[in-house]
């Protein structure tokens, strides 16, 4: 059986965003169909706040980043404790129901890394959906478009184990760049499904329907 975990990461999201939104993010994480997993959560902002009570692990700990903060969580979970599957989340957004299940099935089936097709959101409801399940990912990636669901990724051991970092130079295109340098040795698989609503509004990390 696959040991699977979660990250939470966010500076200050309590101070940053409603509580309802962290309330809706937490429930879309609990009420997931693959109850296996643990929760790691890191606030590595200036002040305490855990969204999760049930967290395996909360740390609060200053990182210079939010990249800074992921790779060391990626580094621990994976080399320290083991874990075969970790999965990346946002606190401003919401998860499926199946995002997890409908994840790990692809990694069973062979993939390094799996993403999804996601719908983009606000206060005035869903406003767009991405499909991008069936392009080429390595030609679409060349030509910088990201079409990786970054916040709904799943990695795996075997893609971390390869040394594929994110660079926090690359900020704000860490993800882009990690995927580019990784496509050329990591089997990639986007899921046809919409498993994420990603919620824009001024404080998102990018507002581009085109990233």
Same mark, same amino acid.
Not at 59 to 65: C, V
Not at 90 to 100: G, L, R, S
């Given at each position: /059986?696959?040991?699977?975990?979660?990250?939470?990461?966010?500076a200050n999201a309590y101070q940053i965003y409603p509580l309802?939104?962290?309330?809706?993010?937490?429930?879309?994480? /609990?009420?997931?169909? *693959?109850?296996?997993?643990?929760?790691?959560?890191?606030?590595?902002?200036?002040?305490?706040?855990?969204? *999760?009570?049930?967290?395996?692990?909360?740390?609060?700990?200053?990182? !210079?980043? *939010?990249?800074?903060? /992921?790779?060391? /969580?990626?580094?621990?979970?994976?080399?320290?404790?083991?874990?075969?599957?970790?999965? $990346?989340?946002?606190?401003?957004?919401?998860?499926? !129901?199946?995002?997890?299940?409908?994840?790990?099935?692809?990694?069973?089936?062979?993939?390094?890394?799996?993403?999804? $097709?996601?719908?983009?959101?606000?206060?005035?409801?869903?406003?767009?959906?991405?499909?991008?399940?069936?392009?080429?990912?390595?030609?679409?990636?060349?030509?910088?478009?990201?079409?990786?669901?970054? !916040?709904?990724?799943?990695?795996?051991?075997?893609?971390?184990?390869?040394?594929?970092?994110?660079?926090?130079?690359?900020?704000?295109?860490?993800?882009?760049?990690?995927?580019?340098?990784?496509?050329?040795?990591?089997?990639?698989?986007?899921?046809?499904?919409?498993?994420?609503?990603?919620?824009?509004?001024?404080?998102?990390?990018?507002?581009? $329907? $085109?990233?």
């Amino acid at each position: /059986m696959l040991k699977v975990a979660v990250i939470s990461y966010h500076a200050n999201a309590y101070q940053i965003y409603p509580l309802k939104w962290l309330e809706e993010y937490r429930d879309s994480i /609990m009420n997931q169909t *693959f109850q296996a997993y643990d929760l790691f959560e890191v606030n590595y902002g200036k002040t305490v706040g855990m969204i *999760f009570w049930k967290s395996k692990s909360y740390q609060s700990r200053e990182f !210079p980043t *939010f990249v800074h903060c /992921m790779n060391w /969580m990626l580094d621990y979970l994976f080399d320290e404790c083991g874990y075969d599957v970790v999965f $990346n989340s946002n606190v401003d957004d919401i998860f499926h !129901p199946q995002w997890m299940e409908k994840s790990l099935a692809a990694v069973k089936s062979g993939a390094d890394l799996v993403s999804c $097709n996601f719908q983009l959101f606000n206060e005035h409801g869903i406003y767009h959906s991405h499909h991008f399940a069936r392009l080429d990912i390595k030609k679409e990636l060349d030509r910088n478009h990201n079409v990786l669901c970054h !916040p709904a990724i799943a990695y795996t051991k075997n893609f971390w184990s390869k040394g594929h970092r994110y660079v926090p130079d690359d900020i704000p295109y860490e993800d882009l760049k990690l995927w580019q340098r990784a496509v050329n040795d990591s089997k990639i698989i986007i899921l046809p499904d919409h498993l994420l609503l990603h919620r824009v509004h001024d404080n998102a990390v990018c507002r581009s $329907n $085109n990233r």
